[in-house]
Every structure is written in C-alpha cells, then in structure tokens.
C-alpha cells in the first residue's frame, strides 16, 4: 500500500500566509480551497477527510498538495490554459479571404448598422396593444414597492 499524501512541514511564513487567506476569505474561491487543503493536510488530516471537508475529489487534494510539495505557495493560483486549439489552418484563412472580402464588399464598406437621425424607426408596440384581445395580459400589473437596499 502507498504511503499517505501529506505536505510537507509548513514554514511560518507559508503558515501565516495560508491562515491570513482562510481569515479574510476575500481571495478567489480556488485559492481559498486550496489553503484550506494544505492546512488540513499540515494539522494531520488524511486525503478523504480533507477531500469531503472541502467538497474535492481526492485526487484533485493529492494534486494540490503534491504541487505544493514540488513548487511551493505558487500552487494556490489557479493555471487557467488559453483556450482550445486553432481551428482554421492557414490554408484555411487563403480559401475564405476572397469570399469574406467580396461579402463585405456587396454590402457596402459603409454601410450602416443602426438607423440614422433622418430614417424613422419603427415604434415598438406595447403589450397592452399587442394583447388587447386578452383582458388579463392586457391590463396594468400592479408594482410592488420595494424599500431600498443598502450596498454597503
């Protein structure tokens, strides 16, 4: 059987770094979870207990700790990738240039997206007049007053 995944021992600047995270909770959930994990694992708790204490899988708390083995406090940030890979190949891009410059083209290289000054839009109808026929669509819904909410 395997030897338990436990970090390793914490120096007191990554102790207090990891509890000021956990204090404040005002970091990123990620980071939070992940400092939760380590402080966990450093006071002596197993892999399934931190995993159901954090709501992980227990192979994403033995990844985090293990990371935190090789590179350090550098494992609470989250490695978000790019993106997926490129989809159009450049001979891809040659083919439809052409097409794309002459739809552009037949369209006008000016031509207007939203309605200007002297062209009248159309008015929109209001659902009283769209749902006349139905009396209860058709009459006002009363407004509830509602207090405003500090934002503080």
Wanted: glycine share 6%.
């Amino acid at each position: 059987m395997a030897e338990p995944v436990r970090v390793r021992r914490l120096t007191d600047q990554e102790g207090q770094k990891l509890q000021q995270i956990i204090r404040r909770g005002s970091t990123s959930p990620v980071r939070y979870r992940r400092a939760m994990m380590l402080l966990a694992s450093a006071g002596g708790n197993r892999v399934p207990v931190i995993a159901q204490l954090v709501q992980a899988d227990e192979d994403t708390v033995r990844e985090v700790i293990n990371r935190f083995k090789e590179i350090g406090p550098a494992c609470l940030d989250p490695r978000w990738a790019g993106g997926g890979p490129r989809l159009l190949t450049p001979d891809d891009e040659a083919r439809n240039a052409p097409a794309a410059a002459a739809r552009k083209a037949s369209a006008g290289a000016n031509a207007p997206l939203q309605p200007q000054p002297d062209q009248p839009c159309e008015p929109m109808r209001s659902m009283r007049s769209q749902h006349s026929s139905n009396p209860a669509i058709g009459r006002a819904c009363p407004v509830e007053k509602r207090r405003k909410m500090s934002t503080w």
